[in-house]
């Protein structure tokens, strides 16, 4: 069996074990690099070579010495590239950023680094985590590994195509709505958002604030679920991270779903979704329903308004927190201007994409004196009542399940045409980050054109057991 054929998990025992060195499995990660990344370009900046190696002899004597211990130790990794890393370049795939290494590492990059974990590079993203696709990177798209004139999804494509070309064994993304399920789904990996506040946010590029989370993306569930602990923690330096009871998530990997209940929205089920996703989904559904669970129909209606009311929200904290983005102290700076405020509008026409200045425009709009009633306070309005419809749905069932996704991955170019369609496609993930609750996708079958779908499994606030037992009992229904 080759190295790149194990799991994280997997990888991390054989190295404690002694069957496998550190500098064996980076070796065989950038061996596979070589091999595919042309193709595929997953990452934006692969890390030097011999400084990678070097971290790896010193975990493995970390390893040796008994001083590292964790399921993860000395398994190679991917991190997303909005996540600050010091000393590494970190340009949240776009032009104003094209030349910033910060002078600190992100919370839940030093928590991976504390584990043990070798750092491999940064992966590619949709600019600002602003698409679906991985198109609109500045440095270059990134090509779905199970067929390359498919997108990998996004805005976390390249975290999802990384792991799937075996370019790393895990990765972390970032989901602000859908941005790790959504291409999770599309390159027929596992990749999970925990509840809002698991993970510190200290040291990731902001989108939108209430509702970015950095979360997990592996080969199978148990990978998600144990680089999920390796990365969960209480932040003082971030105000929103939240003190939880435990960060005990692998304790949840359990084949049982006897007795769980769980609930099927009748309108992710409706127009627009594609008959062989709806097909593979309700199959699913079957399996755990033959494995013990109760399942119920339920109408969920406002989900016909989880977009639009997202947009609002994610647009208008976008253009607050994309402000900062001058060309003052950090980051791309026109050659040639006249002013201050002349520098500031060239830098930032040429800097910024143009989904990120449609964005931009869209959330400064909504919050402009005449609108902001009319649109932003609304907006919130509609926020807190999906929280409501969620609440309610969970005080009857423990997981809600439904598909990431209405279709499979597109062709390469397909989406860019129509932003209003490319924004359509998260109809089914937004709702989670409005309400700031777990979900998972869990790879579920195949269209016609060997296209992977995703099952997404949605839990109640701080229940990722619930979430992680019911993705953990259908993949091992599937083996």
């Known amino acids: 069996m080759s190295l790149l054929e194990l799991t994280a998990v997997e990888l991390g025992k054989k190295i404690k074990s002694g069957e496998v060195k550190v500098v064996d499995a980076v070796e065989a990660v950038f061996d ?23 971290n790896a002899k010193e975990v493995q004597e970390k390893i040796d010495n008994g001083e590292l211990t964790g399921p993860l130790a000395g398994v190679p990794v991917a991190i997303k590239d909005n996540m600050c890393n010091e000393g590494h370049l970190t340009a949240c795939s776009t032009k104003i950023l094209s030349n910033f290494y910060p002078t600190f590492t992100s919370t839940a990059v030093q928590n991976l680094k504390d584990a043990g974990a070798v750092i491999v590079g940064s992966a590619n993203m949709d600019q600002f985590a602003m698409g679906s696709t991985t198109e609109t990177s500045y440095f270059g798209i990134t090509k779905n590994p199970v067929n390359t004139e498919h997108v990998p999804g996004g ?10 070309a075996d370019e790393c064994f895990y990765s972390l993304g970032s989901d602000t709505g859908g941005s790790i399920r959504q291409p999770a789904s599309f390159c027929g990996v596992v990749g999970m958002k925990p509840t809002y506040g698991t993970v510190s946010r200290y040291g990731l590029i902001a989108y939108a604030s209430s509702l970015d989370q950095i979360g997990p993306i592996g080969k199978d569930v148990t990978d998600v679920a144990t680089s ?29 779903v006897k007795g769980m209940k769980i609930g099927v929205p009748k309108d992710y089920f409706g127009e627009g979704i594609s008959p062989e996703v ?25 989900v016909n ?33 006249r ?18 200045k449609r964005r931009i425009m869209l959330g400064s709009f909504v919050l402009s004196s005449g609108y902001f009633d009319a649109y932003y306070l609304k907006a919130l309005r509609v926020k807190a009542l999906i929280k409501k419809a969620f609440d309610d749905a969970f005080s009857k069932y423990d997981v809600i399940i439904g598909p990431v996704s209405p279709t499979t991955a597109p062709k390469i170019g397909e989406s860019l045409s129509d932003p ?53 009992t259908y993949e091992q229904s599937q083996k």
């Open 278 to 302: 709806k097909e593979s989904v309700l199959k699913a559904i079957d399996v755990l329903k033959e494995k013990g669970a109760e399942v119920e129909e339920f109408d969920f209606d406002l």
């Open 228 to 256: 999920l602990e390796v990365i969960s923690s209480y932040d003082k330096l971030d105000s929103t991270s939240i003190n939880r009871d435990s960060y005990d998530f692998t304790s949840s990997l359990v084949d049982d």
């Open 420 to 472: 209003l369609k490319m924004y359509l496609g998260d109809i089914y993930t937004v709702s989670v980050n409005i309400a700031g609750l777990p979900g998972i996708s869990v790879p579920c079958g195949e269209d016609s054109e060997g296209l992977p779908i995703g099952l997404q499994i949605i839990g109640d606030c701080f229940r990722e057991d619930n979430v992680i037992r019911a993705a953990y």
């Open 339 to 356: 002013d201050l405020h002349n520098m500031y509008k060239k830098t930032r026409s040429e800097g910024f994409g143009e989904e990120v």
């Open 155 to 164: 805005s976390s494509g390249g975290s999802c195509a990384a792991v799937a």
């Open 305 to 337: 308004y989880a977009v639009a009311t997202y947009h609002i929200i994610a647009d208008a904290e976008a253009s607050s927190n994309l402000s900062r983005f001058d060309g003052v102290k950090y980051g791309y700076r026109t050659e040639d201007y």
């Open 32 to 54: 596979q690099i070589e091999k595919v990344e042309e193709d595929i370009n997953s990452y934006v900046t692969v890390y030097d070579k011999e400084e990678v190696l070097a």
